[in-house]
């Protein structure tokens, strides 16, 4: 790491029992804004940039152009909730505290701990102002989990995953305020709240443009249910024959706009619509950063948090969504977690520059310490990747990265260099075979070379039997 990011350290700081060491007492000028925008169920291939041949993101592409492309970068988790708690804590899916999607009732999932790392909180604490803006989906309002306790200033979008299968909810959250949508009421299609939540994004920018900020933007696009504004849809409409449709809980339905998604005949047309409405999203915060003044001193990632889904007649093999590789959302195969991660950084991070550097959500959290100028927690599975994407020093490697995965039998999946495990149904049957890939030349996850490797396989099995701690909530 450059010696201009390097500080004498002065303070430390401790809060909600977590010590973390701070340099200097005021935020160096040189020190950037950072946004982080997640998609949510991208597919590997589901970016012009990364394959996709049926339609183009050309904003997305700009950022890849400019900044760096990962193609060894991966995902929490197979599923929303335990991929972002991932992220947030720095902890692979053996050690985060929310290993699943489990509800709460009547809205939200269940809370991470007060005493969980923060991403959040680390800005905070080092004197940023913070804002998240799109699906939750880690504690309900006024939780040890909700955002404002997590560290962030301001919260707007969804709280609850189940309401955000809704693009035409009856309600959003401000902070822990419910905001109703009146123009959406009963069955009305008023207001599209991914146009809602990037308005306020764009207002935070705004507002704190003079300020070091950290923006969380995590986009609820393109998770089903597919539903897209009419002018996106003409875009699209009769250019992808024959059309996938999908009968869903329409009005009459008890749960209409409870969770089951809502009825689409168009759907290869929504889908490539909403991605393409989110792409020019993308566009809009790099256009608003250079009409700031603020550009050239922010950090733009984005990604997705986990593989493409299969969900409100989305169609995945259609767009070769998953590209090159094997598995969809709720898989530990390589399409369920590997995902595009595009980071730009004008001056710092080489424009046009392509990785292949392993790496996972966890490493979010001490790349950004190591950013700041601040020791991360010490219980993070990461590594700070920053190396990589300076160019400045010598980047570490992981030993090993690791996943577990509650649902469906229970599933395990390590990945060590160029070999991957991956090991189903093992609740029921805790000694199945692993089954071993030689991604380096087999990344489609099609030929179990585990019989002839059992060296390897008896290293990753060590991974699977000791990588995960107990947890209170989920364990296998």
């Known amino acids: ?31 950037p804004n950072v946004i982080y ?48 708690s991932a992220l947030l804590t720095g902890q692979h899916t053996g050690n985060t505290p929310v290993r699943g999607n489990k509800p709460h009732h009547p809205e939200g999932q269940w809370p991470l701990p007060e005493e969980a790392n923060s991403l959040a909180r680390l800005f905070k604490q080092s004197g940023y102002v913070t804002g998240a803006f799109g699906k939750w989906g880690l504690g309900y309002p006024n939780s040890s989990g909700d955002p404002l306790a997590m560290g962030f200033d301001e919260f707007f979008g969804y709280n609850c995953q189940r309401n955000a ?39 935070f920018l705004e507002d704190h443009n003079d300020q070091k900020f950290f923006m969380y933007y995590p986009s609820v696009i393109p998770h089903a249910e597919l539903l897209a504004p009419e002018e996106y849809m003409k ?37 490539a619509a909403m991605i393409t409405l989110l792409d020019d999203q993308v566009g809009e915060i790099v256009e608003k950063l250079k009409e700031l003044g603020i550009s050239e001193n922010t950090i733009i990632v984005f990604t997705s948090d986990n593989g493409p889904h299969e969900e409100g007649g989305a169609d995945p093999e259609f767009f070769n969504s998953n590209g090159p590789l094997r ?47 601040v020791k991360a927690p010490e219980n993070t ?13 010598s980047q570490k490697e992981h030993a090993y990265l690791y ?27 805790p000694d199945q075979a692993i089954e071993l890939y030689n991604l380096e030349n087999d990344p489609g996850e099609t030929h179990d070379v585990a019989a002839k490797h059992p060296e390897v396989v008896d290293r990753i099995d060590n991974v699977l039997k000791t990588a995960s701690t107990e947890s209170s909530v989920f364990k296998f």
């Open 381 to 393: 599975d990461g590594i700070s990747m920053l190396p990589e994407l300076t160019g400045e020093g």
């Open 403 to 429: 996943w577990e995965f509650h649902e469906l039998g229970g599933r395990q999946a390590v990945r060590m260099g160029k070999w991957k495990g991956v090991k189903y149904n093992v609740k029921k049957h």
């Open 165 to 203: 299968h809704h693009y035409y909810p009856w309600h959003l959250y401000h902070n822990n305020q419910k905001v109703i949508l009146e123009e959406n009421a009963e069955t009305r299609r008023g207001q599209y709240a991914p146009d809602l939540i990037h308005q306020e994004a764009m207002q």
């Open 235 to 271: 875009k699209f409409r009769g250019k992808f024959l024959p059309e996938s449709s999908y009968e869903g809980a329409g009005p009459e339905h008890p749960r209409f706009r409870k969770g089951p998604y809502g009825s689409q005949p168009e759907a290869h047309a929504a889908f």
């Open 327 to 373: 598995g969809f959302k709720r898989d530990l195969y390589e399409g369920g977690i590997r995902v595009p991660m595009i980071a730009r950084w004008p001056g710092q991070i080489e424009a046009g520059a392509e990785s292949d550097h392993i790496s996972a959500f966890w490493d979010m959290l001490p790349t950004f310490a190591d950013l700041l100028g």
């Open 37 to 84: 925008i997640l998609a949510d169920d991208l597919g590997y291939g589901d970016l012009s940039c990364y394959g996709q041949k049926k339609f183009e993101t050309p904003n997305i592409d700009e950022l890849a152009r400019e900044g760096m492309k990962f193609t060894n970068h991966y995902a929490g988790s197979t599923v929303c909730a335990p991929s972002r």
């Open 1 to 31: 790491m450059s010696s201009k990011y390097r500080l004498f350290v002065l303070c430390v700081f401790m809060i909600s029992g977590l010590q973390f060491v701070f340099c200097g007492s005021e935020i160096p000028k040189d020190k």
